[in-house]
């Protein structure tokens, strides 16, 4: 059982560059969400899938896109990457919203040059 | 005023003392609140749910103020291992949570 799962765990792009970030949790989880953190700003919401079939923006979604694939991934893509955009990236799931226990995966650290 | 605000600390404590947290809130109409805790340059992990009657798992209490919207997280006994950076969460029923920033916890021998 290896809960929430995000590939890549590092990632350097240049300014312009595209890229996907993969998400996968084997908790059979309704709710999924994407969060980026910054130091000194804390976790900010990106994107959010209450249920597969459903996204919904968070509070920073600008420069984002998402897809909840199936029930157990939900992948977060930056078309045209900004310096803006250098971060840690954490996916997490719960069972039936954020009123429910969130579980975090290990995080992806982005950097764009 | 911030959403949710956090002292950021660092709080530094010798072992075996007891630390406070306070997290302070600005939406009345906030349903549900978690305490977390992150590890550097880990992911955060569920510490503990608070609730309205406030709660204990061994050395930890979480406790609610909602006529002054804060919530608390008492540490007795601290460990060198309960360094950590403790993150308040606080849910207005919608699925968009505020998370504060942290505060820092630093435990020495």
């Known amino acids: 059982n290896a809960g929430v799962t995000q590939t890549p765990k590092f990632q350097v792009l240049k300014t312009g560059q595209s890229m996907t970030l993969q998400c996968a949790q084997d908790m059979n989880h309704n709710s999924m969400y994407w969060y980026r953190q910054d130091p000194g700003m804390g976790l900010r919401l990106i994107y959010y899938s209450a249920s597969e079939g459903t996204t919904d923006k968070g509070e920073v979604p600008n420069g984002y896109n998402v897809s909840r694939l199936n029930k157990r991934e939900f992948s977060l893509r930056l078309e045209s990457a900004a310096p803006s955009q250098t971060s840690v990236y954490f996916c997490?799931?719960?069972?039936?919203?954020?009123?429910?226990?969130?579980?975090f995966g290990p995080g992806t650290r982005l950097t764009v040059l | 005023r911030k959403e949710v605000e956090q002292d950021p600390g660092p709080f530094n404590v010798p072992e075996g003392a007891t630390v406070a947290f306070n997290c302070t809130y600005s939406n009345s109409a906030s349903q549900s609140f978690f305490w977390y805790r992150q590890d550097c340059r880990k992911e955060p992990k569920l510490l503990m749910s608070?609730?309205?009657s406030g709660n204990e798992d061994g050395r930890f209490t979480a406790q609610l103020n909602r006529a002054s919207q804060y919530i608390s997280l008492l540490i007795r006994d601290s460990k060198l291992s309960d360094s950590a950076t403790y993150l308040c969460?606080?849910?207005?029923?919608?699925?968009?949570?505020?998370f504060g920033r942290g505060t820092s916890l630093i435990v020495h021998p």
């Open positions: 608070v609730y309205s």
């Open positions: 997490a799931s719960s069972e039936a919203g954020v009123i429910d226990t969130q579980y």
């Open positions: 969460v606080v849910n207005r029923g919608s699925y968009i949570p505020t």
